[in-house]
């Protein structure tokens, strides 16, 4: 079986821990804690008639973890950066998550940048997420937790670019 670890990141509130629990247990809870350091969840699939196990890391988006936060992108395969279509502050605090990873990581690795929350009134324009995600060049998809709406091709999407690469 191929591993791969993917970590979740972005700001606090944005939905990551939503995206994984809608992703691994098809559940969405509008009373989710915030996530605390990091929570781990696993899930198996197969991609292109290969198994597949995806290790996947969310990381707290809370500033007070930003010190810790390397110790465990190290290692990642791929990764997820989240941030949430109805506050433009959580997209313009991408780039320095982005920044970190690369610091990291110390090379390049599948990513995409994920407008969640779809199924709200949108606040920023899919062109400035578009625009960003490209600029880092990573992808770029919207999602909705709430929905389930592209959770699961997301993470599809980035199991087969691990296999790619």
């Excluded at 990381?59 to 506050?87: H, M, P």
């Excluded at 929905?147 to 999407?157: D, I, L, P, Q, R």
């Amino acid at each position: 079986m191929l591993k791969y670890k993917i970590t979740l990141f972005g700001p606090a509130a944005v939905g990551k821990t939503s995206i994984l629990l809608r992703y691994i247990k098809d559940f969405f809870s509008h009373n989710l804690k915030k996530t605390i350091g990091s929570n781990f969840l696993v899930k198996d699939l197969v991609i292109d008639g290969k198994d597949v196990r995806l290790m996947l890391w969310d990381i707290g988006g809370q500033e007070r973890f930003s010190s810790i936060r390397s110790i465990y992108f190290k290692g990642s395969n791929a990764a997820l950066g989240v941030y949430d279509i109805t506050n433009k502050q959580t997209l313009l605090k991408i780039p320095g998550w982005v920044s970190s990873i690369k610091k990291s990581v110390k090379k390049g690795i599948p990513m995409i940048l994920v407008g969640n929350k779809i199924d709200l009134e949108r606040k920023v324009d899919k062109k400035e997420g578009e625009d960003l995600a490209k600029r880092l060049g990573c992808d770029y998809m919207e999602t909705s937790a709430k929905t389930g709406e592209n959770v699961s091709m997301v993470f599809e999407k980035l199991a087969k670019a691990c296999l790619e690469g």
